[in-house]
């Protein structure tokens, strides 16, 4: 299990050593203005495989919520060290921590308490999101107090019950009106995005085709790995991901509310919008880690702490528990982290090299 680190600063240092074994092609995006929480240099590291300028890329992305990054960072390391040669005509990019102050100080946002994953937004206005004016009374609470935890989530369950669970999903899409709560869209570009798009033309702007993975972790039940393709159903990008990974569309939502939400401003998303003359397909693949309470605990406690709690003395034993939260030491876990991810990976690359047209 030594592919996963504890730390950003040793997560950064495995996945350039596993690159430079693999002779792969290292450029750095550093982030001007701003050191991670050891005081080390911020950067967004680029490991490239494959001929340059490739018409087929697979794009594969570490650590868009931070703290997630440390499993998808063991992966890449994982991936880098047993591929075997990659088919003619195929390029990959691994974007190793591609919102990098989030993944130092161990939690989902950006250093504006941004939700990056929100944060591709077309156009900027403040919408009101209904649902979650009604349900920030149960999700603003205090993480110290283990009662009143238990208490707002099974409350929370019990608004939803009566109310209707398509109010979460309303509140995953994102919101851009309570900027000291979750999945918090921001007022404009964040740094991580901005620097993201710049990625994409370095790397992917001569390309046809672009298949693409965005790790996260969360979403699922323990042990169970997730993808999620947003892509409209009988759309050319959404047949060949399920292809791809052999998805079925008869399985069963992981959402209570029985389908994916509405999400808006997803960095997947923007891969079409910065490439629109390419054909793009993938999915967010997603670990699961822990039952619904488990998660709802620990978003919670993670807004806590960018917000009411963040002068807390116990700030840094908090922020170990959440970055342990979204990637648990439990071995069982780990394995199965080190052998489905590269699979996942492997599986991108033979699909794209056969996707023609």
């Not at 203005?33 to 680029?46: A, K, N, P, T």
Request: glycine share 8%.
């Amino acid at each position: 299990m030594t592919y996963f680190a504890d730390s950003y600063q040793g997560a950064r240092q495995n996945f350039l050593e596993a690159a430079e074994r693999s002779n792969a092609r290292i450029k750095s995006y550093p982030q001007p203005h701003l050191r991670g929480l050891d005081g080390e240099v911020l950067s967004v590291d680029v490991a490239e495989l494959g001929v340059r300028h490739a018409s087929h890329v697979a794009l594969v992305i570490a650590g868009t919520h931070g703290a997630e990054g440390y499993a998808a960072s063991a992966i890449m390391c994982r991936w880098l060290d047993g591929r075997t040669t990659l088919p003619t005509g195929v390029g990959v990019a691994l974007v190793h921590a591609v919102n990098p102050w989030s993944f130092s100080f161990k939690t989902r946002t950006t250093e504006n308490n941004v939700d990056l994953n929100r944060n591709f937004l077309s156009a900027w206005s403040v919408r009101e999101n209904l649902a979650y004016r009604e349900l920030a009374q149960f999700l603003h609470c205090s993480p110290m107090d283990a009662q009143e935890m238990l208490n707002a989530y099974r409350s929370y369950r019990a608004y939803l019950d009566t109310h209707g669970w398509h109010l979460e999903n309303d509140i995953l899409s994102g919101q851009t009106d309570h900027p000291d709560g979750l999945y918090y869209a921001g007022t404009g570009p964040e740094w991580a995005n901005t620097n993201f798009r710049r990625i994409l033309q370095a790397h992917a702007g001569k390309a046809s085709h672009v298949g693409f993975i965005d790790f996260h972790t969360g979403v699922g039940e323990f042990g169970e790995v997730v993808h999620l393709v947003c892509a409209p159903k009988g759309s050319e990008a959404r047949r060949q991901a399920m292809q791809w990974w052999k998805l079925d569309e008869v399985d069963g939502s992981p959402f209570k509310a029985g389908a994916l939400p509405a999400y808006q401003g997803l960095l997947c998303q923007a891969i079409s919008d910065e490439l629109p003359d390419c054909r793009v397909a993938g999915a967010v693949v997603e670990f699961g880690t822990s039952d619904a309470y488990g998660m709802f605990r620990s978003d919670g406690t993670d807004r806590w702490l960018r917000n009411e709690g963040r002068s807390d003395p116990a700030v840094s034993l908090l922020r170990d528990q959440y970055r342990n939260a979204c990637t648990p030491p439990d071995v069982p876990w780990r394995k199965l982290v080190l052998d489905a991810g590269p699979r996942c990976i492997d599986d991108l690359v033979t699909g794209l090299s056969e996707w023609t047209g």
